[in-house]
């Protein structure tokens, strides 16, 4: 298996610009999670979807944040507009089940908003 | 929601010493705790995990512990190597959501 994929790998922008980022998880995985990474803040879990449906978007930081999951093997997370505090390593991530079972990170994305 | 501690933030080690991470949590519903290690430029990938019906495991010079009572676990790492050098996050979980430490940079000194 590939594992998880995500692109872009690196993506610099300009504060204002829409991004876009993707994730294909683990196929089979019914559980797609994503994380974004500063040093800050440490890893903290935006969103996180079950068999398609969001289930828990709390950390979502704001309404510039929104993320889809339209079928089981494609995610996306979105910034519009973008701001230079998002820069941020952002980390899509999958598993098979729900408690206990082991989450698979994706390589990440590095996003500077310059 | 869970809360998870981790100590110490960095730690400094000479090659063949042991390293401890320790980690406490909140949340007394947890009942999975995976360990992971980051390193630089790398994702986060699963070094050892463990689950509330079990003490201790271990996976040769890796092993975690666990004590549910006083809600806390530690990574204990023997005959360490520069290769271990890296961030390690405890993860605590007891439903869909993983809650990680703030991370342990470990450096091994040759």
């Known amino acids: 298996d590939a594992g998880v994929i995500q692109s872009p790998r690196h993506e610099v922008t300009e504060m204002g610009q829409e991004v876009t980022l993707r994730c294909k998880p683990i196929?089979?995985?019914?559980?797609l999670f994503w994380y974004r990474q500063t040093m800050m803040r440490g890893l903290e879990l935006l969103i996180y979807f079950n068999n398609n449906v969001p289930i828990d978007d709390s950390g979502m930081p704001e309404d510039r944040f929104s993320a889809k999951m339209p079928n089981a093997s494609f995610s996306t997370l979105k910034i519009q507009p973008s701001e230079p505090r998002d820069s941020a390593v952002y980390f899509c991530?999958?598993?098979?089940?729900?408690?206990?079972?082991?989450?698979?990170f994706g390589e990440g994305s590095w996003l500077t908003v310059v | 929601g869970e809360n998870v501690e981790q100590h110490p933030s960095t730690l400094s080690v000479q090659e063949g010493d042991s390293a401890v991470i320790k980690c406490t949590y909140s949340?007394?519903?947890?009942?999975?705790f995976p360990w992971y290690k980051q390193e630089l430029g790398k994702r986060p990938q699963l070094i050892i995990d463990i689950r509330s019906n079990v003490g201790e495991k271990k996976d040769q010079r890796i092993a975690v512990t666990l004590n549910k009572t006083a809600k806390h676990f530690s990574l204990h790492i023997t005959e360490t190597q520069p290769e271990d050098s890296a961030v390690y996050f405890c993860a605590a979980s007891g439903s869909y959501q993983l809650t990680f430490g703030k991370g342990t940079k470990l450096s091994v000194i040759p």
């Open positions: 196929s089979g995985h019914n559980s």
């Open positions: 949340d007394s519903a947890s009942n999975y």
């Open positions: 991530a999958s598993s098979s089940g729900i408690s206990g079972n082991t989450i698979y």
